[in-house]
């Protein structure tokens, strides 16, 4: 307990991980920067955490978001984990530029973690310096807090620092320092570290874990490992469905980037599409597309089975059993996938009952647009507006979404197909526009819009772009016709071929 007058803790810490055994981590401090100061805090994340960002934003609240002072409380270590990147098993990998300071019980109940990223050396770093540039602390902020204002479940940014010490990269560039709040930070990864080194009595307590941490229900089921594997598939086939439905492309997926809380985890190189092509692809050290938009549900599944592996040893002590409660688990993932994807597609194309052909319909739409490099956001968004209309005003209202297509021409005969289908059903015409807006962004974070964020704060050290753009994106379901631009695909020399792991 405090002594009543001494201030009040920046963080209510309770470090579940922490009380692990020691081989689940290293346990250090953050690496002090000679200058920390605060790009932004997130006010909002705060509240809901029960934190004070007033205090949060004085220097000695941002000495602790930079990594300078260790707040009371705190527990600060780097997690263990292993992991296939890109295919390839590395036994070893683990938190080489983040430290866990610790978790907190937020206002709804729920524990998050609070961690630093980009907070200096650890002994997982390898060959890598522990640091992060400002430009993937500013992606990361932009493109996590999109994600949970669009309503996908992710991570979130808690603050932004830079550091005034600078960072070897393709270019000397400035340092940065995010806090990152998580449900957990444990991996498909954390479970393969201990299942390859055949350390059953890790892999139970770290089930245990998070069991307890993050599915309560399984404990009381007859399997409680099966029961964990079955949600850990179920959640991570509704946010795959749930990025794809907004041309989200994650960019690197390995299994060390994919939490078994079914939040997105580590944004390195992803990006949102522009011209829809499922083929896309924009990290650029993934030269063989694995990670490309139309594989992320196989390599959701993918990595869903190494999980599975991992737990043989728990899910049965009949190995045989075991490896067939696995592959049942694993196996429930295709269909659970299509069913979401399905259903977001019907709720993008305004279907609120279900019909055999919609699945057609919507990928025939796909289709066309991929033929003729329409833009995805502007072409779902553009569709409330025709579906508001009603086929009456058709003309007027097409316009907008036909131009996006090379050949308007073959949007017609789809959107003939669609008007069809949304006579075959009873419905309001603005109550089916209204639900299509709340599922259909006007507002993504942009890829240029980004960069351009990126480069302000790089060549001038201006964060009014970044501002603006977080405003922007902050209801990105609600038209805003003063910031109109922001919707707006790239002009040709904006376009943003790849994007760098920029670690
Ligand atoms: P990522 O795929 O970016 O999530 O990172 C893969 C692995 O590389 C993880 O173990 C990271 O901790 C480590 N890593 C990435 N960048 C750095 C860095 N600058 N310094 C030390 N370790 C790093
Ligand atoms: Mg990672």
Redesign the pocket.
Known sequence: MNAPDAPAAFFPFDNSFARLPDRFFAKLPPTPVPEPRLIRLNDALAGELGLDADRLRTPDGVAVLAGNAVPGGADPLAMAYAGH?FGNWVPQ??????ILLGEVVAGDGERRDIQLKGSG?TP???M?????WVGPVLREYIVSEAMAALGVPTTRALAAVSTGETVVREAALPGAVLTRVARSHIRVGTFQYFAARRDEEALTLLTDHVIGRLYPDCAAEENPVRCFLDKVVARQADLVARWMAIGFIHG?M?T??MSVAGETI?Y?PCAFMDTYHPATVFSSIDAGGRYAYQNQPYIAHWNLTCLAQALVPLLDADQEKAIAEGQAAVDAFPDAYGTAFLAALRGKLGLREAQDDDAALAQDLLTTMAENQADFTLTFRGLCSIAEAGQASEADTADPVRTLFKDPTAFDAWLARWHARLASEAGDADARAAAMRQVNPAFIPRNHRVEEVIAAAVIDSDFGPFERLMTVLSAPYDDQPNRSAYADPPKPEEVVQATF?G?
């Not at 990998?93 to 983040?98: F, I, K, P, S, T």
């Not at 890598?128 to 992060?132: L, S």
């Open positions: 990147q990998l683990g938190d080489g530029r983040a050396r997982f770093s390898r890598g310096d522990g640091r992060a690197v390995n060390d980037n580590d390195g792991c670690t």
